[in-house]
């Protein structure tokens, strides 16, 4: 695709709008989805859909310039230019919006991004809903100024420099088994929120990280059995299933290998998985159905699987 506009739309956040170099429409996609950029040297990060999912001529991502950059975000923000052509995959859904009479959508800095397209849903929906923006400054927290001015009384920014972390204890005191949750943004407030929900019906709350969650359990070698090819493949303790299973002449499809973009999704028929992943949900786990092979393993000794 190509770089059409390349804007400042906060304190280190840039907006990319993208376009296909033939004029062609671009893939449909729905509220919460990402596609993933692949730039120079195979570095491929994902980053969500923030534009209308109406409007077929573009697709819009904000990009936030990380202090400890491994080349994604300092390439973007430096290097890439208005005219150049980047790589893009998806879009892919791993958030998805469910449908709810009333919403809260809790956004964290730039976690604000995939939140944008599912508040235009809400309204378009004459749904119920509430927005509340954290972030460390007023000037850090793109789009939010826009969308309260769009609509009055419903969105609350709280820089934190100005009023301090945001008041979820008192947001989550009465569990409401009718109001969907929709959480996005860094990992301390991800652990927060899930914290201060515990009493509230598992289905109401729904969340993307940016990054994996920590594991400080001990790996086990296993094995994998693919169903379809009747091959067995050990994977050692210290390998993850998707390096064996490429060790093996085996590829399967990867993006983030932190468990968090949902490419590498994988279809369980057998087996108890150990989910490592940031993607399912308490019930899909239970259900054991899919795995995310760049991070989760087996229980068990082994797990068969549809490859």
Known sequence: MVLSRKNTVASGVVQ?????????????????????????????????????????????VAVLRE????????????K?????????RGPRNAFPMTGSDRYLFIAGGIGITP??????????NDADWRLLHGGRTRGS????????????????????NESGLLDLAGLFAEPDEFTAIYCCGPEPLITAVEKHAELWPASTLHVERFA???????????????????????????????????GAGIEVPT????????????????????????LLTEEERAE???????VSRAKGPCLTVDL
């Open 212 to 246: 994996g969650r920590s594991w400080a359990g001990q790996d086990r070698s296993f094995e994998l059995r693919l169903a379809r090819s009747g091959r067995t493949v050990s994977v050692p303790a210290a390998m993850s299933a998707v390096d064996a299973l490429a």
């Open 16 to 60: 990319l709008t993208l376009t296909d170099p033939r004029g062609d429409r671009v893939p449909e996609w729905s509220p919460g989805a990402h596609i993933d950029l692949v730039l120079p040297g195979d570095v491929i990060r994902q980053y969500s859909l923030c534009g209308d999912p109406a409007d077929t001529s573009e697709l819009v």
């Open 141 to 160: 927290m793109a789009f939010s100024a826009d969308l309260a001015a769009r609509h009055p009384g419903r969105v609350e920014i709280r820089p934190q």
């Open 115 to 124: 939140i944008i397209p599912m508040v235009a849903r809400a309204a378009e």
């Open 255 to 278: 993006s983030c290998r932190e468990g968090v973009c949902g490419t590498c999704e994988t279809v369980v028929l057998e087996g108890a998985p150990e989910h490592r992943d940031a």
């Open 67 to 78: 202090p400890h950059s491994r080349g994604g975000s300092a390439f973007i923000h430096d």
């Open 288 to 294: 054991a159905e899919v795995f995310f092979p760049c």
């Open 80 to 88: 890439l230019s208005q005219g150049d052509v980047v790589s893009v």
